[in-house]
């Protein structure tokens, strides 16, 4: 049986045979003891964790344990209103709260005061006019954001967008490919500003890289 414990970048929790690079939670138990999803969150607390730290071995979906999610790559999962975990990715953490701390004047953040941040803006619905962006401003987006037009997720590299799915990303487009319908941030504003500010994304290990 597929579970039920694949993201995509709008924060949908889905049934999928595809592999993620990257794991997460909500900070609990999202599932029953049948393993079906029933919420969406257990907590404030959506992290982004490594699929194996310290030759830990987790059961997925147990009873009263948290639920295992999986994320194509860590863009995906800032996508989707997560962020770093302060134990299994700590150097990572520190700097995407340093990064966030910089972007609002202040010095690094708490896992705390980062997660009031994500909160409300994972709130904002995906088309809520505080996720337009202008098309002419795509390219210039920081790495690692994800934007979205009609239903096709991309993420940002290099200013060329790359076309997301389940199984990776599809070949890199120039933005001006884009049709004249309206173009949404996918990526809560908070992180896209860490973004701006130097906290750098890992992509799936087969997504499109410029030459370097």
């Not at 995509?8 to 595809?18: L, M």
């Not at 962020?83 to 202040?106: I, M, N, T, Y």
């Not at 996720?131 to 790495?143: I, K, M, T």
């Not at 076309?163 to 490919?177: D, I, K, R």
Request: overall charge positive; proline content about 6%; charged content about 25%.
């Amino acid at each position: 049986m597929t579970l039920q414990n694949r993201v995509d970048p709008a924060g949908n929790i889905c049934s999928v045979d595809a592999r993620g690079e990257f794991m997460g939670n909500r900070g609990g138990a999202l599932h029953t003891a049948d393993q079906r999803i029933v919420r969406t969150q257990k907590s404030r607390s959506w992290i982004i964790c490594l699929t194996e730290f310290k030759g830990r071995r987790r059961k997925l979906m147990q009873p009263d344990r948290y639920t295992e999610l999986f994320f194509l790559d860590e863009v995906t999962a800032l996508a989707a209103g997560h962020r770093p975990c302060f134990e299994c990715r700590r150097k990572d953490a520190h700097a995407f709260a340093e990064a966030l701390g910089q972007s609002r004047g202040e010095k690094r953040l708490s896992a705390p005061a980062i997660d009031n941040l994500l909160a409300p803006e994972r709130k904002n619905g995906r088309s809520s006019p505080e996720r337009v962006v202008a098309q002419d401003e795509v390219a210039s987006l920081p790495d690692g954001t994800m934007i979205r037009q009609g239903e096709t997720h991309y993420a940002v590299r290099a200013g060329m967008l790359l076309p997301w799915s389940f199984g990776g990303y599809g070949a890199p487009v120039e933005a001006y490919t884009l049709t004249t319908a309206p173009v949404y941030l996918a990526t809560p504003a908070s992180t896209v500003a860490a973004l701006r500010h130097g906290y750098l994304p890992v992509f799936h290990s087969h997504a499109w890289r410029p030459e370097t």
